[in-house]
């Protein structure tokens, strides 16, 4: 996930241009006169929307904070209960128990993301929302969810913070549900350090979800910032100027990175033996490509891999390098034992898979190699 990997001196000279151009004003509202008109949070958006097609974008100060104010806009009340899956982020199940909702898991099927067939399983009348999370950047099987949630009548916020720049049907991820959710932390595709956003067609849901991460303000134009008007009770999530001029880049140099990405993941894939079996990519859809996962159904063979790919200086990431941080039945502290006892099977699954990061720093053809060290080792078995 390399936005981080080609920062340059073009985000630092979009930074320079906020204490050259705009006097250096690094709040997104207000101060009118001193910043000359100048608002990098809200062209930001204006951005967002035009790359991903969508009506509306916010911008907010972490991914996290953006599925919490998700959940807060889609009505989520303490006492609810909201389904997301097993192999995920801890944000999602953190920002449901925030807001007082009890966070229900689903297994997941061969996708590696939320199972369509367990969430049907897993609604209930307490149900209000679903969060399907596309992990490391393989679509979740999301018009089936998609159907479900319609049919219940349930709100689908779409966790597209591993996956931004993924298609599916040619339509980028997050653009399928209620609300998508994208993360820019230093690990994501595109990076502000730290922040989010939240993109989304639904005006309601947006125009709460302005309110709520800015203090309920409401930018009423006929009053200045210190007489707004508010209606509902909000936070502070807000995103800064110094990190909009750097998405700003970043969201330019995006078809880049993912066609870095594809050159390096075709690259290693075409490499494989045919006998190697990787994750699978549902229909019509697009990996953003920085992570191959392989399947190793033997746990000694795995073992050993793992620790050969790690002497011969390749990475393995989340599985299982952060596996902790990734999937539920870890997180005792936030989930109920009831809940936890039903995923033995995603665990299994999940526990075959190595992910082996691509990286734009590295030269293509260097995936050729470790595609011949991956062979090599099988061969020699
Ligand atoms: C799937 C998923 N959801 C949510 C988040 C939270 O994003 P942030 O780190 O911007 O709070 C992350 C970040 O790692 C993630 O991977």
């Not at 009770?233 to 100027?241: I, Q």
């Not at 880049?256 to 494989?272: F, V």
């Not at 390749?314 to 006892?341: C, E, M, R």
Request: aromatic share 8%; charged share 25%.
């Amino acid at each position: 996930m390399p936005g981080n990997e080609i920062i340059d001196k073009k985000e630092l000279a979009e930074i320079t241009k906020i204490f050259t151009k705009s006097d250096g004003v690094l709040f997104a509202h207000g101060y009118d006169n001193r910043r000359k008109n100048i608002f990098r949070v809200r062209n930001f958006e204006k951005n967002l929307n035009k790359f991903f097609k969508t009506k509306y974008s916010l911008c907010v100060s972490s991914g996290t904070a953006a599925i919490k104010i998700a959940l807060k806009a889609c009505g989520v009340k303490p006492g609810d209960e909201v389904i997301t899956q097993a192999f995920n982020f801890i944000a999602t199940v953190e920002a449901i128990v925030d807001v007082g909702a009890k966070p229900i898991i689903t297994n997941i099927d061969d996708t590696l993301n939320m199972c369509p067939e367990d969430l049907k399983k897993k609604i209930s009348k307490k149900t209000k929302a679903v969060i399907p999370v596309h992990m490391l950047g393989f679509p979740a099987n999301i018009l089936e969810i998609k159907k479900i949630c319609n049919k219940h009548k349930i709100k689908l916020i779409e966790d597209n913070c591993e996956s931004v720049g993924a298609k599916l049907n040619n339509k980028y991820l997050g653009t399928f549900g209620d609300v998508g959710i994208m993360s820019f932390d230093f690990g994501k595709n595109i990076t502000t350090g730290e922040g989010g956003s939240i993109i989304s067609d639904n005006k309601k849901i947006i125009k709460y979800c302005k309110e709520y991460h800015d203090h309920g303000h409401e930018l009423n134009p006929k009053f200045p910032r210190g007489m707004d008007t508010v209606t509902n009770p909000g936070f502070n999530y807000r995103m800064t100027e110094l990190q909009a001029a750097v998405g700003i880049v970043q969201l330019s140099k995006l078809r880049k990175i993912l066609s870095e990405h594809k050159k390096r993941y075709s690259i290693l894939l075409k490499t494989l033996s045919s006998d190697i079996v990787t994750r699978p990519l549902i229909n019509n859809a697009t990996s953003s490509m920085d992570t191959l996962m392989l399947k190793v159904d033997n746990s000694n063979i795995r073992k050993k891999i793992i620790n050969y790919l790690r002497s011969s200086g390749i990475g393995v990431k989340n599985v299982p390098d952060a596996i902790k941080w990734h999937f539920a039945t870890y997180w005792k502290h936030a989930i109920s034992k009831a809940q936890l006892n039903n995923l033995s099977k995603s665990k299994e699954k999940i526990e075959k898979f190595i992910a082996i990061p691509i990286s734009i720093r590295i030269k293509p053809a260097h995936y050729k190699k470790v595609g011949v060290k991956i062979n090599n080792f099988f061969s020699n078995l």
